[in-house]
């Protein structure tokens, strides 16, 4: 039987692949969004090379919210999609947004009527699909080491939200999203 601190590693490696796996893979991904992208579901829609989201979605990055540093994705890819200013804003304060709002400021690819979100994910696909696959290999990867430099800063982030998970502010916020209440953070804690 797993102890706690075995599934926490086994969670954090999770997480450190479906990143790593997902900037690495050779093929080109594209993403497709609907109601609520949050915990893995954002990490995955928005590492996609192509992020398509239907202009109703909904996207938060919830970890600040529940007292754990942001990791999984975001402190990598975020600057660099939106900016840091706004990043900084979003992942500060767990700021839900729309699929809508999430185009205009450049998190992601594009964003289309849910009506049209299948069909423009699978045209987007096939386009792709059909293109020079070395060049759209070699394309990926080159656009990939951007977030490749910044290993170190999502190796460390991911390491510092395992962490939160453990101490007095995870437990508080995760206590407190399953209550369906605010949490209460000790004032205390240690940084």
């Known amino acids: 039987m ?3 601190y075995e599934l926490r590693l086994q969670a954090m490696k999770e997480s450190r692949d479906l990143v790593y796996n997902m900037i690495n893979c050779s093929k080109p991904i594209v993403s497709a969004v609907r109601g609520w992208a949050v915990g893995a579901g ?3 829609a928005l590492l996609a090379d192509i992020s398509i989201a239907a202009k ?3 996207f938060s990055d919830g970890h600040a919210k529940i007292g754990v540093a942001s990791g999984d994705h975001a402190t990598i890819l975020w600057p660099l999609l939106c900016g840091m200013a706004r990043a900084k804003y979003y992942l500060l304060l767990s700021e839900p947004f729309t699929g809508e709002e999430a185009a205009s400021m450049g998190i ?3 964003a289309v009527d849910a009506a049209q979100l299948d069909a423009k994910s699978v045209e987007i696909a096939i386009r792709l699909a059909e293109q020079a696959p070395a060049a759209t290999r070699w394309t990926k990867s080159m656009l990939n080491h951007w977030l490749r430099q910044a290993a170190p800063i999502f190796d460390a982030s991911l390491a510092l939200e395992f962490i939160g998970f453990a101490g007095p502010e995870g437990r508080e916020g995760i206590d407190a999203f399953l209550q369906k209440r605010s949490p209460t953070f000790p004032e205390d804690a240690p940084t």
């Open 56 to 58: 109703d979605a909904k």
């Open 2 to 4: 797993c102890d706690d």
């Open 42 to 44: 954002i990490a995955a």
């Open 108 to 110: 992601v690819s594009l």
